[in-house]
């Protein structure tokens, strides 16, 4: 069963539920040919993992690579992204969107949130009509646009048909948010003041940045959220970060880092893991960064206070979803 209204009505029935806002499954061609892994998460592993740590509910995302945009060959060798001229897919995302879909009905126990996959400005007719299948069918949670996977910027959502689509059907969008350049936190922002009726999710926090936070505590826009997907890497990273950019905090505790976010956020703030990517290993010299696994951010979460808990897992994260 994935009705999205059967979904949440359960979520909102009592008793307590956990929702982990961000994790994949799939294959992720970007990770093969860079050797960077995991490469692949199943549902089933996804739904397991999850019942072993008592996470009751997730929002799921393919993995971000697609067949029509990614050449294996100029990826690996020269690290560029471009359109291919005879695609393995008729549009971005047709298998992987399907595949997702299809392992969610067959595994995903009531559990597993389905989001698809977009890329705006190519084929947006051809991706909607099956985005509008899934829709008939109440399958459809929301749309995610990995924006470095596909070098596309966030700013492409605006006056495309997946925004106009995504606001008409009270859909979120989960965009990915990061330091090179196609993935710019005040990008998304961007989208998100054009679109005040639309829920948008910051992935990532934005990495932190300061200008990122300044908006989201001065600016209002209740439309825009932000995820800690995946927290105890994204920490160690900022512990290696002296650009002057991001929030002054003592990354080397993490959960302090939580509790001092929910303090200036406090209804934004969307608990997430990124999993299978909790684990993080460098792309050049095949070596492990961190070596986090799904029960280290749940044990991270049960460590902080209830009600801290209670928002960013349940609350917060049921009105980005729902709207609701
Ligand atoms: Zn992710």
């Known amino acids: 069963m994935i009705e999205r209204e059967e979904i949440f009505k359960d979520l909102a029935s009592p008793g307590t539920k ?4 961000h994790s994949h499954a799939g294959v992720d061609l970007t990770n093969i040919v860079r050797r960077r892994y995991p490469i692949a998460q199943s549902i089933i592993d996804m739904a397991r993992k999850m019942n072993a740590n008592g996470i ?13 945009w990614f050449d294996p060959r100029k990826v690996a060798f020269d690290a560029v992204w471009e359109q291919l001229e005879k695609p ?3 549009f971005p995302y047709e298998h992987a969107n399907i ?3 299809a ?6 126990n009531g559990q597993i949130m389905p989001f698809a996959n977009i890329l705006p400005g190519t084929k947006e007719d051809e991706q909607l009509n099956l985005l509008k299948e899934l829709l008939d069918g109440d399958r459809l949670f929301g749309l995610k646009l990995h924006t470095l996977a596909t070098h596309t910027h966030a700013l492409k959502l605006i006056g495309s048909k997946f925004t106009e689509f995504a606001t008409e059907h009270s859909l979120p969008i989960m965009i990915h948010s990061g330091p090179d350049e196609y993935s710019r936190p005040d990008q998304i922002v961007e989208v998100a003041k054009k679109y005040p009726d639309t829920r948008i999710c910051i992935a990532h926090t934005g990495d932190y940045e300061k200008d990122l ?5 001065k600016d209002g826009l209740p439309n825009l959220f932000t995820d800690l997907a995946p927290h105890i890497t994204n920490c160690y990273f900022a512990q290696r970060r002296d ?3 991001i929030l002054d905090l003592d990354y080397s505790k993490p959960r302090q880092v939580i509790m001092d976010l929910y303090k200036m956020i406090p209804d934004r703030l969307l608990w997430g ?12 010299n095949h070596k492990i960064l961190t070596k986090v696994v799904y029960e280290d951010e749940v044990t991270l979460l049960g460590d902080l206070p209830t009600s801290v808990r209670k928002d960013i897992s349940y609350t917060n994260t049921m009105r980005f979803l729902f709207g609701r």
Request: charged share 25%; proline share 6%.
């Open 273 to 284: 893991t990124d999993e299978p990517w909790t684990t993080v290993t460098d792309d050049n």
């Open 18 to 21: 956990t929702i982990d806002a």
């Open 103 to 108: 392992e969610v009905e067959l595994f995903g």
């Open 88 to 90: 393995a897919e008729r």
């Open 56 to 68: 009751t509910h997730a929002a799921v995302f393919p993995g971000p690579s697609d067949l029509f």
């Open 99 to 101: 595949a997702h879909f």
């Open 213 to 217: 936070f300044a908006v989201l505590t």
């Open 243 to 245: 650009d002057g950019k």
